[in-house]
Every structure is written in structure tokens, then in C-alpha cells.
């Protein structure tokens, strides 16, 4: 299904209070939940680990999407399948044996996604197209909420051909707002994660400003 879904990062969430921030996105609209899982040494910075993420699964009702921003994957990738991770999106970058990786996450019955850096090739995945129900695309160098969006629509547009009719997600992840949205929309992208947009100036207390923010994406 390529209707547009808005992926809301709880990286920009009130980490004191992540139940009520998902329940509070999803009520508002949210298609699905984006998890950004960081170890400070693939990226340079740290969030939360399987653990974690498994209190976050009860609330919540829509997708889990979980985005590793770690090396190596596959020692884990059991931990964030019994914590209850619905897709789960490995680097092509984070170690030698992407194609691997990817068999053992639908091994282990999730959704395999494969994200490429802003300065890697859409060529990357060329030999994955087959293995994988999503792409993730990072228009931000990982490791931090609220950066100045990159533009990569080329290579969105690109691996739209790559995919032809296969049923892959392309998924854009960092710098998503209403300014940007339209341009990797027009270009072939059906998943908009947004982590400072869509919780700025919000809180659990007045969600509805959660709603607005999505709706202007
Ligand atoms: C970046 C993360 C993103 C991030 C997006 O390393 O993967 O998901 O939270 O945040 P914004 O939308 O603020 O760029
Ligand atoms: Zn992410």
C-alpha cells in the first residue's frame, strides 16, 4: 500500500514519559512509531537498547518501526524480534554482510528494512531488492534529532526504478517538515519519519498540537 504514512521519531519524545507520548501520537494520527536505536559507536550517540523497547510495545497499537543505528546487528537482532519490533532496519554501512543480516530478520519473522547514509550509493541495495520491505533513506547524517535536512531526492527517485512493482517501502528519515515532505513525496517515498516537527511545541498535556504538526507535514 504507497498511501503516505507519517512515521513520528519518539527520539524527540519526553524520554521521562514515553507511554503517554505514543499513546499520545497515535491518537492524534500517527501511522506508525519510529524507534531510533543508537549505541555510540556506529553513531555518536546513545537512546535505548531491546530492553527498552520492549516496555515501549504494549502501547503501541499501530507499527513499530525500529531503526538500529548500531554495529554490529546481528547479535541483537533476536532481542528486538522477542521485544517486539515490527520492521526492523539495519545500516547497509554497519558491517560486511548486510545480505545476511536482512535473511536473519525475516528469519525471525519481522519486516527487514535497510537504511543507507546520506553519502552512501542507492546501488548499495541493487542486490537486496528481493530481501528487503523497506528502504530507508537518511536525509540527516544519523545520530541526532532536529538537523538540517539533505537533500537526496535523486536517490529516492532512483531506487523507486530500482523497485519497480516489488512492494518496498521507501522510508526518509531526518529533517522531515512541511517544507521538505512534498519534495521526497513527489519523488517517490511513502514513509515520512519526523522527529523535532512533529513534537515541537507539543506535550502529552495539549496532543493536539501533535495533530497539527502532522497534519502540516
Ligand atoms: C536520526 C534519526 C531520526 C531522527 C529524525 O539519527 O534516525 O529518526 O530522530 O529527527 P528529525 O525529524 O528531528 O530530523
Ligand atoms: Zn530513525
Request: aromatic share 6%; hydrophobic share 45%; net charge negative.
Amino acid at each position: 500500500d504507497r498511501s503516505i504514512k507519517i512515521a513520528p521519531s519518539i527520539l524527540s519524545a519526553d524520554f521521562a514519559n514515553f507511554g503517554a507520548e505514543i499513546r499520545a501520537i497515535e491518537d492524534q494520527g500517527a501511522d506508525w512509531v519510529h524507534v531510533d536505536v543508537m549505541d555510540g559507536h556506529f553513531v555518536p550517540n546513545l537512546t535505548f537498547g531491546p530492553m527498552a523497547v520492549k516496555a515501549f510495545r504494549p502501547h503501541v497499537k499501530t507499527v513499530m518501526d525500529v531503526h538500529l543505528m548500531i554495529a554490529p546487528v546481528d547479535p541483537y537482532i533476536d532481542a528486538y524480534a522477542d521485544a517486539g519490533a515490527d520492521v526492523l532496519t539495519a545500516h547497509v554501512e554497519a558491517g560486511p554482510h548486510i545480505h545476511r543480516t536482512l535473511q536473519a530478520i525475516r528469519g525471525a519473522g519481522m519486516k527487514a528494512g535497510v537504511a543507507l547514509n546520506p553519502g552512501t550509493p542507492a546501488e548499495a541495495v541493487a542486490h537486496l531488492l528481493d530481501l528487503t520491505d523497506l528502504i530507508c533513506v537518511m536525509t540527516v547524517n544519523p545520530g541526532f534529532g532536529g538537523q538540517k535536512f539533505i537533500d537526496m531526492t535523486a536517490k529516492v527517485r532512483a531506487l523507486r526504478g530500482m523497485i519497480g512493482d516489488r512492494p518496498v517501502h521507501i522510508e526518509i528519515d531526518g529533517g522531515v517538515d512541511p517544507n521538505t515532505a512534498p519534495l521526497v513525496v513527489q519523488a517517490g517515498a511513502d514513509v515520512l519519519v519526523a522527529g523535532s516537527a512533529v513534537f515541537k511545541g507539543g506535550s502529552v498535556d495539549n496532543p493536539e498540537v501533535y495533530g497539527a504538526n502532522m497534519q502540516a507535514i
